[in-house]
């Protein structure tokens, strides 16, 4: 088959390289110059365990089959990635309750390896912090997110697919048994193929309504939710991930690790309703507070803004969260079309795994 799939993110390489593998001719188109400029590049870039998602939902089951094909594709592949582990803490009562029924929810989940700890068990791992407890995954680790997109390119490209840069999908319609594409850009046009999978990330939906048989009221509504990062001037205090218990829309302001070891905090949740990437350093009071919960070592002047990324989500504030949404033929019954929506975290962990699952749509 002809696959055409919209945007070079993780999710748009990871289901090329899976269907380009399976034999099928695949064109990637991307409205950007470069792979990996949206959402992919604006993360954590943090390998999750799988604990957090509800037992049997999309977001658990990717998470962790995601998880394993990812490590073992960063060791065959040479992408830079550690398993250093994290650590969710809990500073009271309440957070020890949460913690529990993390533990239990990732068991489920079939997370490997998680231990609940006491808080002088989790000095010992880590003497800067202050808990009461603490959940260790030893699984979660890290990953150099832009060499992953690299190798997946590769791997596209030795299978013979391509990456058409600079050439946004306009519109799409059904004609005699094929889908008619139309692309923006200088090379633009009009072309066949006989499939077609949307993963443009926070402009899904902006997608999927431009194709014509698809009907608007199966586009679900896009919520963002903005994640904004604040960089530590100073030797990295940790040596592993450091989570709080999870707040609403999010993971909780935590400890996140480069491979270079630099330490950094976020993403914490600000709902939006326009596309931006500025980071209000006054937002760094509430990390400060948020921080200090668990780490009162935290000096004084030592945050300063860095970067931010949005989530597109499908659920909005005091909502439950959604799950990640794939809108495949046997839902709505147009042959070949494969709409990808809501994929914020753990999008990345889950690339590889959701890539088979998409993959295998293709073909029915
Ligand atoms: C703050 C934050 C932290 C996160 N942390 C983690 C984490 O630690 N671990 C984890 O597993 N996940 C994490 N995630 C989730 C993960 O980053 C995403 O799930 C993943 O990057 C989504 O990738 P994507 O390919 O769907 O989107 P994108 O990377 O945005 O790719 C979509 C592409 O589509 C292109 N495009 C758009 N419109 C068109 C068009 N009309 N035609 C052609 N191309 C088009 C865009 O240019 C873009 O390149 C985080 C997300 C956020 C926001």
Not at 302 to 326: H, N, Q, V, W
Not at 337 to 359: D, H, K, N, R, Y
Request: glycine share 14%.
């Amino acid at each position: 088959m002809q696959v055409l799939v919209i945007g070079a993110g993780v999710i748009g390489l990871a289901v090329a390289r899976a269907a380009a593998r399976r034999g099928h001719e695949v064109i990637v188109a991307e409205a950007a110059g470069a792979i990996g400029t949206g959402i992919s590049s604006r993360n954590s870039e943090v390998m999750h365990g799988g604990m957090y998602y509800p037992t049997g939902s999309l977001r658990a089951r990717h998470c962790v089959a995601g998880r394993r094909l990812l490590y073992a594709f960063c060791a065959s592949h040479g992408v830079p990635h550690r398993k250093c582990g994290k650590l969710i803490v809990a500073t009271d009562a309440a957070e020890l309750d949460k913690i529990e029924a993390l533990a239990a929810q990732g068991r489920a989940n079939g997370v490997e390896g998680l231990e609940l700890i006491g808080g002088n068990a989790a000095r010992e791992m880590e003497p800067e912090l202050s808990c009461i407890g603490a959940l260790h995954s030893p699984e979660t680790g890290i990953v150099d997110g832009h060499a992953y997109m690299l190798a997946m390119r590769g791997d596209l490209e030795d299978a013979g697919g391509a990456i058409a840069f600079n050439t946004p999908v306009t519109g799409a319609s059904r004609t005699g048994g094929q889908w008619s594409v139309s692309f923006g850009g200088s090379d633009g046009g009009e072309f066949e193929f006989d499939a077609i999978v949307n993963c443009a990330g926070l402009s899904a939906q902006a997608v999927a309504r431009t194709i014509a048989d698809y009907p608007a009221s199966r586009v679900p509504r896009q919520v963002l939710a903005k994640g904004n990062y604040f960089g530590f001037a100073g030797k990295p205090a940790f040596a592993r991930l450091i989570y709080p218990t999870p707040m609403p829309g999010g993971l909780g302001v935590h400890v996140t690790l480069d491979l270079a070891g630099r330490m950094r905090f976020g993403p914490d949740v600000e709902w939006i309703t326009r596309e931006h990437y500025d980071v209000d350093p006054a937002r760094a009071a509430i990390f400060y507070a948020r921080i200090r919960t668990y780490w009162p070592g935290l000096p004084d002047g030592s945050l300063a803004p860095d970067y931010a990324g949005i989530r597109p989500k499908l659920t909005g504030p005091g909502e439950p969260a959604a799950d990640f949404m794939i809108d495949a033929p046997a839902q709505h019954g147009l042959p070949g079309l494969v709409q990808m929506f809501g994929i914020e975290s753990p999008g990345l962990t889950s690339s590889l795994s959701l890539a088979e699952e998409v993959a295998g749509y293709l073909e029915s």
